[in-house]
């Protein structure tokens, strides 16, 4: 019995450009070509073809097919590190419809920062960028508590930081950031990390600081940026206030 490429492909359930490409690889030998010129392929033809369909089903790369289909002692080594990756993914895929549910539950944008779905109406445009771009720099424990402090943060004076206009004035440059010190300051008393934050970071110090003072400068305004600056003085002398007022006492 001999059949054509595209009888060959049929019966596989593949294309014709599948074979070619199996042929280009060196995984298929060319066959034998009839009188008129075309390619004729037989049973070992069909059976390898078959068996190359069945490892790419499990995942094996076409570069390897070639010494995992001939059990060589290296296949079970490579079979456990296709495993591996296929778990790997397949957790992969599981977070993706976990964080998919998350999007439709609270009907928020699909880009929303993974881990915020259910408080990304308080952030502002700003703000989501600013915490993407911190899921680059920070471990996933530290993103968990950043989330914490969004889900406590209740007062208003986040979405009137977010609408100040560059030309604020002092006087409301100053009112916002003695608002604002009081959250910053309890934050530094729940998360110690903050003040130092090296044991937290996926990146370097200086990949962070660059990538953090370049970020706020591009997603905030000048009044913006002279309020959350006043707002971390004034949150870190905070703690030394009150331990001296302790200590008097």
């Known amino acids: 019995m001999a059949w054509s490429t595209r009888e ?20 298929i030998d060319e066959p034998e070509r009839r009188y008129n010129g ?52 397949i957790e992969r895929l599981q977070r993706a419809r ?26 502002s445009e700003a703000d989501s960028s600013m915490i993407h771009i911190h899921t680059q720099l920070y471990d996933q424990d530290a993103m968990k508590d950043l989330r914490r ?46 003040s130092d934050p090296v044991a937290r970071l996926s990146k370097s110090a200086h990949v962070t600081q660059q990538t953090f003072v370049e970020a706020v400068i591009d997603l905030y305004n000048t009044a913006q940026i002279d309020v959350l600056h006043r707002a971390s003085i004034l949150a870190h002398e905070q703690p030394r206030i009150t331990r001296e007022a302790d200590g008097d006492g």
């Open 98 to 123: 976990s964080d998919i549910a998350a999007i439709l539950r609270d009907s928020v944008p699909a880009d929303v920062p993974a881990g915020f779905e259910s408080v990304a109406s308080r952030l």
């Open 8 to 27: 060959l492909a049929e019966l596989a359930g593949t294309t014709v450009n599948t074979i070619r490409h199996y042929h280009r690889l060196g995984l």
């Open 149 to 194: 402090m969004v889900e406590a943060d209740t007062d208003s004076i986040s979405s009137e930081i977010d609408d100040l206009p560059p030309d604020a004035d002092e006087a409301t440059r100053q009112r916002l950031a003695e608002r604002l010190a009081p959250i910053l300051a309890q934050n530094l008393v729940d998360y110690p990390w903050l």
């Open 38 to 89: 075309y390619k004729q392929y037989g049973v070992q033809d069909l059976v390898r073809l078959l068996r190359i369909r069945r490892l790419a089903e499990l995942g094996v790369p076409l570069s390897q097919i070639g010494e995992v289909g001939a059990g060589e002692d290296s296949t079970p080594d490579a079979l456990r590190q296709l495993d591996a990756e296929l778990a790997a993914r």
